[in-house]
């Protein structure tokens, strides 16, 4: 039976799209992988401090890589779903791999800046109230 309507249409575009985007998180993650151990590699060649002193930045630049790639496969696997009939197992599927993803970044963004998300920014919370 071949099917017709805006709902095949805008079903097939969100695949379009969700590829798309899962193209450029799998690009960001390679491409962040790539230029930050470049970096780390030249800093620690050239630092007169050696490879420790360009080890924490290295390490905090590949985890922004990685939250980066991580950010844009969430958003296609929301679209996948979007564009996938609606069952329990598909929902069901999007909520794992979204909670696991959100778990994962949350671990990155505490290693990466040493604080919750929520508690970035303390002096402009005294300054508004």
């Given at each position: 039976m071949i099917q017709h309507?805006?709902?095949?249409?805008?079903?097939?575009?969100?695949?379009?799209?969700?590829?798309?985007?899962?193209?450029?998180?799998?690009?960001?993650?390679?491409?962040?992988?790539?230029?930050?151990?470049?970096?780390?590699?030249?800093?620690?060649l050239r630092s007169g401090e050696g490879w420790a002193s360009a080890f924490v930045p290295y390490r905090a630049h590949l985890g922004r890589a990685i939250l980066i790639g991580l950010e844009l496969l969430v958003a296609a696997d929301i679209l996948h779903t979007v564009a996938a009939p609606m069952t329990f197992e598909t929902v069901a599927t999007l909520g794992m791999i979204v909670l696991i993803r959100t778990v994962l970044s949350l671990a990155l963004e505490v290693e990466i800046e040493g604080r919750w998300p929520w508690h970035r920014h303390p002096e402009k919370r005294k300054e508004h109230g």
């Open positions: 309507g805006p709902g095949v249409w805008v079903g097939g575009f969100a695949e379009w799209v969700a590829a798309g985007l899962e193209l450029a998180g799998i690009l960001a993650l390679l491409v962040g992988v790539t230029a930050t151990t470049l970096i780390f590699i030249h800093r620690g």
